[in-house]
C-alpha cells in the first residue's frame, strides 16, 4: 500500500511564502504525475499545479507566476512553493499522484491535507 502525507501548511500573512511538501511511502512502486489541489470553505476542489515524471508542468491561472511545483524522485517527494499569497489562497492544500505498483497497475493516491491560512 502506498501513503501520501503532506505537511508545510500553517498560518502566513498576505505577501508571505510557505512551502508545503508531500512524501509518498510504501513498497514497490513509481510515480507518474503528482498534482496539488485546494479547497477553501464553501467551495468545490480546485486543480492547482501538476508535474509530470519528467518534470513537465503547468499551473492554475489563479497561482501562475507565484507557485512553483517540483518534485524530488529519489525521495518520492513532491513540493509546491507558494510566494506572494493573497486571502484568497486559504484553503486545504491535497497532493496527488498516479502510483504505479508492482504488478503494473496504476492507481490514483490522494494525500490527507493541509491547512494553508494565509490573514493578517
Known amino acids: 500500500q502506498v501513503q501520501l502525507v503532506e505537511s508545510g501548511g500553517g498560518l502566513v500573512q498576505p505577501g508571505g511564502s510557505l512551502r508545503l511538501s508531500c512524501a509518498a511511502s510504501?513498497?514497490?512502486?513509481?510515480?507518474?504525475?503528482m498534482r496539488w489541489y485546494r479547497q477553501a470553505p464553501g467551495k468545490q476542489r480546485e486543480w492547482v499545479a501538476v508535474i509530470t515524471s519528467v518534470g513537465s508542468t503547468n499551473y492554475a491561472d489563479s497561482v501562475k507566476g507565484r507557485f512553483t511545483i517540483s518534485r524530488d524522485n529519489a525521495k518520492n517527494t513532491l513540493y509546491l512553493q507558494m510566494n506572494s499569497l493573497k486571502t484568497e489562497d486559504t484553503a486545504v492544500y491535497s497532493c496527488n499522484a498516479d502510483i504505479k505498483s508492482w504488478t503494473g497497475n496504476v492507481r490514483v493516491y490522494w494525500g490527507q491535507g493541509t491547512q494553508v491560512t494565509v490573514s493578517s
Open positions: 510504501g513498497n514497490r512502486f513509481s510515480i507518474n504525475a
